[in-house]
């Protein structure tokens, strides 16, 4: 018996998956690539923005004809979508065929709800917002690098943001479980742990202990055997000078921060709810780049959210420009039901939307061009990921800044951490040399 699994959207959803394939594999189930050979099909869906949701649609549309083929063929819409208010209901009706629609927060009662859906004459869902995250099996995806959950949910209700609606309130996990986990992993061989969280700043909060998000840095630091430690995602509102503090001192903790700017725009930053002002951003950033000049700083930007104008939007051009981000993901506003940006006066057009992004993007590719140039001549410590699909003698890994380098290797390099020449810039990734 076979299981395919299809992941969209965030690392969050990566690790539920590799729960699912955990659960299923504890139940005999084995991996399969061929969506036509599973018998159980998963769809970790992603709704954070309307294109992540049209894909799954689409995705979904598609699956009608295997379905039919393929009798007895357990098919599983899970995650952010089902989550959404009334979606679970409409899916159910828009795709009679689908067996069971669940919830991010389903994810330690999926056995039972599966062995449900396979006696069921009509599609189960799930979407209560409690669950239990904590115990569970794990088929990881990698074995030199894992996904460890320190939070779960947001309690920040950022007006344009889904997540808070889907994921529920945030909570997070004891240290003491984190801290068993990580040395596991260690002892088990993994050399990058990355903690993952929706707002990993906030850890602990509302465990109500004195024990915060440095203190688990210090802590997870101290783990032997392990090489590199990396979290996300940060809020700049939350990000303290003792976290600072805390990844600069840490040995294995690695100089990359990733802090969502979303906006340059204070009137902005406002109507987002993000708690925080451009010059406060940028004192942050200045602390960081004091304490640690060698660090990177990647971000977030949302262009068009609604009521942003042509002077908002300039704002965001001269904070890039100024800041100078390593690299920069940037997103076109998208409208979520139930969010209260969704409701705001002041819908910014497409082409505008469109105009804004493509601005942005080209000003940032320069930059980050230009940031990886430097880096030419330099050595560099690099975790080999993988290998390249169209060239099975190039391989790809990551930088101690989260830097992608593709380089040349007759030997298996997967999982070594290597020292790599750097020969070679783009945008997004730089070309080494192995020797
Ligand atoms: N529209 C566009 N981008 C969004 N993000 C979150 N919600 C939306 C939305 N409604 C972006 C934010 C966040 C990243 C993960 O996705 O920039 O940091
Ligand atoms: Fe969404 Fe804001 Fe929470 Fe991030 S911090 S998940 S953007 S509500």
Request: proline residues 4%; aromatic residues 8%; glycine residues 8%.
């Amino acid at each position: 018996m076979h299981y395919f699994i299809k992941t969209y959207g965030c690392q969050m959803n990566v690790y539920d998956s590799e729960v699912l394939a955990g659960h299923l594999e504890s139940m005999g189930y084995s991996p399969t690539d061929d969506e036509e050979k599973a018998d159980i099909l998963i769809i970790n869906t992603c709704a954070v923005r309307q294109k992540a949701e049209e894909k799954v649609y689409s995705r979904l549309g598609r699956l009608v004809n295997l379905k039919e083929k393929k009798e007895g063929m357990m098919l599983v819409l899970w995650g952010c979508i089902a989550q959404q208010e009334g979606a679970a209901r409409q899916i159910k009706e828009r795709f009679p065929f689908v067996d069971l629609i669940c919830g991010p927060q389903a994810l330690g009662r999926f056995p039972e709800l599966l062995q449900k859906a396979t006696v069921s004459p009509s599609c189960v869902i799930d979407t209560d917002l409690t669950g239990e995250r904590e115990c569970l099996p794990v088929k990881r995806g990698d074995s030199f690098k894992a996904w460890v959950p320190i939070s779960h949910g947001c309690n920040n209700y950022c007006t344009y943001c889904v997540v808070p609606y889907v994921r529920g309130p945030e909570k997070s996990r004891l240290p003491e479980h984190i801290l068993e986990e990580v040395e596991e992993l260690a002892r088990e061989g993994y050399k990058e742990i990355t903690l993952l969280g929706q707002n990993v700043n906030s850890f602990g909060k509302d465990l109500q202990i004195e024990y915060d998000f440095a203190d688990l840095l210090r802590d997870v630091d101290r783990v032997k055997e392990l090489q590199r430690v990396r979290f996300m995602t940060s809020h700049p509102r939350d990000f303290t000078e003792k976290i600072v503090r805390a990844v600069i001192d840490g040995e294995k903790v690695c100089e990359h921060f990733h802090l969502p700017l979303q906006s340059g725009s204070n009137r902005i930053l406002k109507a987002m709810n993000r708690g925080y002002s451009r010059e406060v951003y940028r004192e942050l950033i200045k602390l960081i780049k004091k304490l640690s000049p060698g660090s990177a700083v990647t971000t977030d930007i949302i262009v068009g959210f609604p009521g942003e104008s042509e002077a908002d939007f300039m704002g965001t051009l001269e904070m890039v420009k100024e800041i100078r981000f390593d690299a920069a993901y940037n997103f076109v506003y998208s409208p979520r039901k139930g969010t209260a940006a969704a409701e705001m006066k002041g819908q910014v057009d497409k082409e505008t939307k469109t105009e804004r992004i493509i601005l942005l993007n080209k000003i940032q590719n320069r930059i980050s061009l230009e940031k990886n140039r430097e880096l030419i001549g330099t050595k560099q410590e690099v975790l080999v990921e993988g290998r390249s699909k169209n060239n099975p003698d190039m391989y790809t890994g990551r930088t101690r800044t989260n830097k992608i380098v593709h380089f040349a290797s007759p030997e298996n390099m997967v999982g070594k951490m290597l020292t790599v020449g750097i020969v070679e810039a783009k945008p997004w990734t730089l070309t080494g040399k192995h020797n």
